[in-house]
């Protein structure tokens, strides 16, 4: 089976603070860590993506780390602002079939 | 340029009509995704076209959906005889590439279908 885990379901964190949401896969044959951010009645934005071959990527205040032994990647959010509140979704692809396989999403909301 | 369009945004259906949402994908993207999003969850993927090709249709829940992208470019999502479970959001992406090298799937705003 497919799967990816993700947690917390929900998260509240103070402006300012680390936002960390969590993710776990299954299948080793996923090449591909995207993560999204959505807010309600849009579609799903790509806010960053990693490759297994690195351990952490970052752009801006977004980082992905990256475990391949332990099969998990997480998401930070640095100096979270209130314009972050939104839900987002890990998920993951390998390169023979592209269809993203995603997370039950977390529903980050930052406190002013 | 443009994003992902999606038509209609709303969709309401009585059970047992057939309805069709159409998906306009970003100029020059080969491959094309349709995904569909129930309230509060993930989105599942349904099937996938690299141009006019249908290569995976793993994902469609009945013989009721049925999806085409006849010139490789626009691409339609029917679904006959409507159910109330098929009330959702349906999302569409698409892919400069089907390739190893360009991943990055954009997204569409969806169209909210409620079957009443």
């Known amino acids: 089976q497919q799967q990816v885990k993700q947690s917390p379901q929900s998260l509240i964190v103070q402006k300012g603070g680390i936002s960390i949401i969590n993710c776990a896969y299954e299948?080793?044959?996923?090449?591909?860590f995207p993560w999204y951010q959505q807010f309600p009645g849009k579609g799903p934005a790509l806010l960053i993506a990693i490759r297994p071959d690195v351990s952490e990527k970052k752009e801006g205040r977004f980082t992905i780390s990256f475990n391949k032994s332990a099969k998990q990647f997480s998401l930070h959010i640095m100096d979270s602002q209130p314009g972050d509140s939104a839900t987002y979704f890990c998920a993951a692809s390998n390169s023979n079939t592209g269809k993203l396989i995603f997370g039950q999403g977390t529903t980050l909301q930052v406190k002013p | 340029g443009a994003g992902v369009s999606q038509s209609p945004r709303y969709k309401v259906a009585k059970r047992g009509q057939d309805v069709a949402l159409r998906c306009d994908p970003i100029?020059?993207?080969?491959?094309l995704f349709w995904y569909q999003q129930a309230l509060g969850q993930g989105p599942e993927f349904l099937t996938y076209f690299q141009n006019e090709a249908q290569l995976d249709k793993s994902g469609l829940p009945s013989d009721r959906f049925f999806a085409e992208r006849p010139e490789g470019s626009v691409s339609t999502l029917k679904i006959q005889r409507t159910q109330q479970e098929d009330s959702a959001v349906y999302l569409c992406?698409?892919?400069?590439?089907?390739?190893?090298?360009?991943?990055?799937?954009?997204f569409g705003p969806g169209t909210r279908l409620t079957v009443t």
């Open positions: 299948n080793t044959a996923f090449d591909y």
């Open positions: 992406a698409s892919s400069l590439s089907g390739h190893s090298s360009s991943y990055e799937q954009y």
């Open positions: 100029s020059g993207h080969v491959s």
